[in-house]
T-cell receptor, first 114, second 111 residues
């Protein structure tokens, strides 16, 4: 199957700093990527839909100024958590849609804000 | 918009027995229904999917059934093994290729 690479897999940062997470589709072009947040023992919560070359569409309740999403190319989308706080600590995971609508997931990023 | 409900939230079965997880969806226009398996700390992995033009699909010990009229689909795992223990998520494709996810089912295989 197609490969989606997410980096970093884990990061620890100080409160108030910003963290950037990258999501790359390695062997296919992804016009649409999705960013999810997952709390322990819970389902995937869609944060935003990222379309190449246009502004991301955020889900209700997700602060677009706090979670900056950029989708500059067909193979790369980035999520930047700005001015991170401990409550932002979570597992963030991206996915990209292939031609047959199967969703391929990145490895996920475990963010810990101290 | 689409809404997906998944049951049960936790399922415990004896090794070798079968496990069934059920999902219902609300949007009759949805036409793609994947099932993902997520092991602790890892990414979800597609295990089987079904499109609305078929009623059943099987892959070794895993099968999925779809009832479009009733708007529900189910995952069946036969001859369960310890490595089947994980969280399973169903999803339905909504607009803009967006997958609407069920809440997940934690499957526990008892030895």
């Amino acid at each position: 199957g197609a490969v989606v690479s997410q980096h970093p897999s884990w990061v620890i940062c100080k409160s108030g700093t910003s963290v950037k997470i990258e999501c790359r589709s390695l062997d296919f072009q992804a016009t649409t990527m999705f960013w999810y947040r997952q709390f322990p023992k819970q389902s995937l919560m869609l944060m935003a839909t990222s379309n190449e070359g246009s502004k991301a569409t955020y889900e209700q309740g997700v602060e677009k100024d706090k979670f900056l999403i950029n989708h500059a190319s067909l193979t790369l989308s980035t999520l930047t958590v700005t001015s991170a706080h401990p409550e932002d600590s979570s597992f963030y995971i991206c996915s990209a849609i292939g031609e047959n609508t199967e969703a391929f997931f990145g490895q996920g990023t475990r963010l810990t804000v101290v | 918009g689409e809404n997906v409900e998944q049951h049960p939230s936790t399922l415990s079965v004896q090794e070798g027995d079968s496990a069934v997880i059920k999902c219902t969806y609300s949007d009759s226009a949805s036409n793609y229904f994947p099932w993902y398996k997520q092991e602790l700390g890892k990414r979800p992995q597609l295990i089987i999917d079904i499109r609305s033009n078929v009623g059943e699909k099987k892959d070794q010990r895993i099968a999925v059934t779809l009832n479009k009229t009733a708007k529900h689909f189910s995952l069946h795992i036969t001859e369960t093994q310890p490595e089947d223990s994980a969280v399973y998520f169903c999803a339905a494709k909504g607009s803009n290729y967006q997958l609407i996810w069920g809440a997940g089912t934690k499957l526990i295989i008892k030895p």
